[in-house]
Nanobody, 128 residues
Framework: QVQLVESGGGLVQAGGSLRLSCTAS????????MGWFRQAPGKEREFVAV????????NYRDSVEGRFTISRDNAKNTAYLQMDNLKPEDTAVYYC?????????????????????WGQGTQVTVSS
């Protein structure tokens, strides 16, 4: 079992920045790809970003490309989501997730059902 705990959310003005952290316990994240998802009020949860085991491959949803950066520090058992130039439409609960790096990883990056472990989420609110 892997337990994931997100932190770093909060209220920020449009154009500002936040850095989310996802700290794992129970097992090392070395064997897991790490992803971030978000859910805005009244909307379905959506994929935001993912990083592979080594950290050398990342992928983002189009609307955050160039503004968000996903990273990982396996020594600290932690993944991060640096969010810059935030917009009101980024307001959501952000969830960290971990998945086993299976053979179809690259074709199922954004598929929630492929992620094995989830955190409880952290609220990000961007005011205009």
């Amino acid at each position: 079992q892997v337990q994931l705990v997100e932190s770093g959310g909060g209220l920020v003005q449009a154009g500002g920045s936040l850095r989310l952290s996802c700290t794992a316990s129970g097992r090392t994240i070395t064997n897991y790809a790490m992803g971030w998802f978000r859910q805005a009020p009244g909307k379905e949860r959506e994929f935001v970003a993912v990083i592979n085991l080594s950290g050398q491959y990342t992928n983002y949803r189009d609307s955050v490309e160039g503004r968000f950066t996903i990273s990982r520090d396996n020594a600290k058992n932690t993944a991060y989501l640096q969010m810059d130039n935030l917009k009101p439409e980024d307001t959501a609960v952000y969830y960290c997730a971990a998945r086993i790096h299976t053979g179809n990883f690259y074709s199922t990056l954004a598929v929630e059902e492929k992620y094995n472990y989830w955190g409880q989420g952290t609220q990000v609110t961007v005011s205009s």
